[in-house]
């Protein structure tokens, strides 16, 4: 299950004409990265406008050169925006068809605390991208169904990151990408970009 598209808006005319419903939403661009604008009112959406107008003319792969932005059709994603309930959000590294490490944040924690774990859910005190900041995180009910949805949406890939929100007893799927942070993002620490790798590259079966 993914979070669901409440529209796709491509033109100037669609975005003039929507009228958003299921309030509160998000709106980002599918062709571009980082940017989001939460909508809690009608008028928010009409107020953002000429933002939203930018997301639609901007092309993002002449900013970063990341070739899976390239030649990208123009859209905006229109989603419901999912409330504390889904107090996690995710990554689930799959590698050769098999889940190898999965790496959860919390939402609405202000220091955003974050553990990395390996597919047996032992901590492997590390971030990437972000400095680490260690939580205690038991595994949750729905633990490998996760990694079992995970391996089937990457299966025709050699390496595919599988975004997903989480509350204590369900999740929803958002992002794919094998491309994370563009390739630049660095490891918190030698140490756990080794433990990282060791959990990734292993060729347990």
Known sequence: RAVPTLAVLRTPEALRDFVPTGLPAIVKPSHSSGRTKRIDRPSDFHDALPLFQRWLNHDYFRESLEENYAGLERTLLVEPCLDERYAFE???????????VVSIIQRFDPDK???????????????????????????????????RDAETLARDFSYLRVDFYASRDDYVFGELTNLPGGGLSRFSSPEGEARFNAAFFSDDH
């Open 90 to 100: 995710g990554s689930v590294h799959v590698r050769a068809g098999r889940a190898r």
């Open 113 to 147: 605390r974050r553990a990395s774990v390996d597919r047996d859910w032992r901590a492997l005190h590390v971030a990437l991208g972000q400095p680490y900041l260690p939580m205690d995180l038991a595994p949750p009910p729905f633990a490998a169904d996760l990694l």
